[in-house]
């Protein structure tokens, strides 16, 4: 599959029947929501929806479509990263991550294909006009109104642009961050930005208003279908999430620069809006927001973007997503994260077997673990473990079960912990940050945590009593049993662990 842009992405879709094209008239308010949250809710996340006409608020209709649930199933989630199941590109990154130091020249010949992979997915810039960059509006042709913004949900504060990826740079390093934050729009040429402050995007704001210097910012719409994704990737502060990008795909992202910054940009995008961030201002009220907790997030203060330029192809797409009562499209691009990111978890932690984050959970409320248990206590070292590692800071529940335990399957996880626990023995609490979202938290981004051991406890843990074995089917009759089975006439449909 061609995954150079959205267009590709989108053709590809439609060849796997895993698209709808809807050509009648569907309003940007509300109406796209709710035909997209069915959708999404529905067995295995669903179908892509390209609305043909979608209309604003304004009662005109868009020639630009929308396309949403991009992402939306397991299927597309791998299409959309070209692998046949996301952990093929896990094994990739354990593969390049336990690379060992050559001892003879045999290993260093073997070693060089490794080395080059790593080397060779750097963006390049195009010397030619950018696709992004067949219409540019300026000055008094700006208005991001015209665009097919979506506003969600009854009680959100405004239209919001959902599936962005928001380009910064370090002031201090120069290195470019790409992330997927929620941006309100205000007025014509003004949005507000909605970056948490553990975010990377706030902290080089933070520096460019300690500077005093304006903040240039491109908002991006489109691209290849691994960049898009690699903006809500939780990478390292260093490391550019284009070149990730460009690992994912297999090959380089084509950039150029910005009509009015330095910046660069996906030159395959769709849309990119591009503005400045002026410290000296005051904030501006974003929100309310209906979020991915299934609540809605109150209105506070972020700074305001002032729109220098809007460019885009002459047939512009427009993405967009929405997030809200799970399960939703984005259940799909964080399990991408969870599977995706596991060889650098067990870098950290190698007693770890698997993770799940299930989607109830909505990422930071709950984490399931299976460890290759080797000691006493050996459960909550891992969740002291996980809770000192990035945005895992967040979670506010950790389980830990043993490696025999699918904690990809939440009912077997369920079962196998409540059969496990004496609650007041296996479960501790802790403080730390917390996610902005979380509503429940004493103060805003600091709470409590909850551990659950629910491993095979240990004499040396004070558990003195046997503990029982699992019920399982003897090896032979389960093996006279498939023989037999195709004369049964028995039909069972998989069960959906998503």
């Known amino acids: 599959m061609a995954n150079d842009n959205l267009r590709d992405f989108v053709l590809a879709l439609e060849e796997r029947n895993e698209l709808i094209r809807v050509d009648r008239p569907v309003s940007v308010v509300h109406e796209i929501t709710e035909i997209a949250d069915r959708c999404m809710k529905s067995a295995g996340g669903g179908p892509a929806v390209l609305f043909e006409k979608p209309v604003l608020a304004s009662g005109e209709t868009c020639s630009i479509p929308v396309v949403i649930n991009l992402f939306g199933s397991m299927s597309r989630m791998s299409l959309a990263l070209g692998v046949e199941e996301l952990d093929d590109i896990a094994r990739r990154i354990d593969g390049l991550i336990k690379l060992k130091v050559p001892e003879g020249w045999r290993e260093k010949l073997s070693l060089l294909p490794k080395i080059a992979e790593i080397a060779k997915y750097p963006p390049r810039t195009l010397a030619r006009r950018a696709p992004c ?160 907790t299934g609540y809605y997030s109150l209105a506070d203060h972020y700074p305001a973007v002032h729109v220098t330029a809007i460019t885009h192809r002459e047939d512009p797409i427009y993405p967009t997503t929405i997030v809200g009562r799970p399960p939703m499209e984005d259940y799909y691009l964080g399990h991408a994260t969870e599977r995706i990111f596991r060889p650098l978890l067990t870098l950290n932690l190698p007693e770890v077997v698997d993770y799940h984050m299930p989607a109830a959970g909505v990422f930071h409320n709950l984490v399931f673990v299976s460890i290759d248990k080797q000691y006493p206590g050996h459960a909550w070292k891992v969740m002291n473990g996980l809770w000192g590692l990035g945005l895992m800071s967040l979670a506010k529940v950790i389980v830990v079960v043993d490696a025999n335990v699918n904690v990809r399957d939440p009912d077997e996880a369920w079962w196998v912990i409540l059969n496990n626990i004496d609650p007041e023995r296996d479960v501790r609490f802790t403080m730390g940050p917390v996610d902005v979202l979380d509503h429940a938290s004493r103060a805003f981004t600091y709470g409590s945590k909850m551990g659950i051991d629910a491993t095979t406890k240990w004499v040396e843990e004070g558990f003195d009593r046997e503990w029982p074995k699992l019920i399982e089917m003897d090896d032979d009759t389960k093996q006279r049993v498939d023989e037999m089975w195709s004369e049964l006439g028995i039909e069972l449909k998989p069960k959906d662990h998503a």
């Open 133 to 292: 960059q067949q219409v540019v509006l300026q000055g008094s042709e700006i208005n991001l109104q015209d665009l097919p913004v979506i506003t969600c949900w009854p009680e959100d504060g405004g239209p919001y642009i959902t599936l962005p990826q928001v380009v910064t740079r370090d002031p201090r390093t120069g290195v470019r961050n790409v992330g997927m934050y929620r941006v309100q729009v205000l007025d014509k040429d003004l949005c507000a930005m909605h970056w948490q402050r553990h975010k990377v995007g706030a902290a080089h704001w933070r520096e460019m208003a300690a500077r005093g210097e304006k903040m240039p910012v491109a908002i991006v719409l489109g691209g290849d279908a691994p960049s898009i994704y690699s903006a809500s990737a939780p990478l390292p502060p260093n490391i550019d999430e284009y070149v990730f990008a460009g690992f994912l795909r297999s090959k380089p992202v084509a950039m150029t620069k910005a009509v009015t910054s330095d910046l660069k940009v996906p030159a395959e995008a769709e849309l990119v809006i591009e503005g400045f961030i002026d410290p000296a201002e005051d904030l501006v009220v974003e929100g309310p927001f209906g979020d991915h």
